[in-house]
């Protein structure tokens, strides 16, 4: 698992709303008519401008980005190096039988095994690596739309409390208690885009980017194996890969 993600939106909601504890009352900042205006109106649109099987692929792209534990570079690099020390010692067929969760790994293991051309291999891992961009990115564009809609449903809410209050000016003591129920809708919808929905959205643009390199490390150790098989050169030349301080 991703603790630091979920470390992160913890973190972030609890010292709001210790915040609102210490400033005092923490029942003025709930409002049932807000909370409705805000969620309902925010998934509500996102259904309008996002087909349902791309909402629900988002959904399960954050799923993921919790529940998946961060593969380091380096991990990949360490893997091809053991993959071509395979090749070298019982040959490139013994690399049909590795063993991975990683399905692309393991089509650039059977390519390898077949003795493909290395154009191929490319080509391969460039479809792999534009679809994977492309599922990746629905995601992303999701929970960017909804860190946008979030507040402006929260300015619709305010808008509409104050028009509420402007229509019963005539009890000056009902003017305090409306203004405030008018900005919650506000508050609601900005700690929804800047605690959550925009981080969301940054985290899979990063998982999207780190998972472009690991294809690019297998694309290039897959190369080097077929090109020469030597575990000592393949290391170093993807080590290239790793920052200086990761470097053996």
């Known amino acids: 698992m991703d603790f630091a993600t ?6 972030g909601l609890a010292l709001v709303v210790t915040a609102i ?6 029942s003025i900042f709930v409002d049932l008519p807000s909370f409705m205006i805000v969620f309902g109106g925010t998934f509500g649109t996102i259904f309008v401008a996002f087909p349902f099987e791309e909402v629900s692929q988002a959904l399960k792209a954050v799923f993921k980005a919790f529940a998946s534990r961060k593969v380091q570079v380096r991990e990949v690099v360490a893997t091809m190096v053991k993959i ?10 013994a690399l049909e039988n590795v063993k991975t969760e990683n399905m692309v790994l393991k089509k650039a293991c059977q390519l390898i ?19 994977m961009k492309r599922r990746h990115k629905v995601g992303e564009e999701v929970f960017k739309r909804l860190g946008s809609l979030a507040p402006s449903f929260g300015m619709i809410g305010t808008l509409i409390g104050l028009v509420q209050m402007l229509a019963n000016l005539a009890d000056p003591k ?9 900005i919650i809708t506000t508050f609601y ?8 929905f925009l981080p969301i959205a940054t985290k899979l643009r990063a998982r999207t980017l780190q998972e472009e ?3 690019a490390v297998i694309f290039e150790g897959a190369k080097s194996i077929l090109e020469n098989n030597n575990p000592l050169l393949v290391s170093e030349k993807l080590s290239s890969f790793l920052a200086p301080g990761e470097r053996k």
């Open 113 to 131: 095994a077949d003795n493909a051309d290395p154009g191929l291999i490319h080509s391969t891992l460039s479809i792999e690596i534009s679809s």
């Open 189 to 196: 919808g900005t700690i929804l885009a800047t605690v959550i």
């Open 84 to 93: 071509a020390d395979i090749s070298r010692r019982e040959g490139l067929i």
């Open 21 to 26: 504890f210490m400033g005092g009352d923490m």
């Open 213 to 215: 390199v690991h294809l």
């Open 174 to 182: 009902s003017i305090g208690p409306a203004m405030a129920v008018a």
């Open 6 to 11: 979920l470390l992160g939106l913890i973190t």
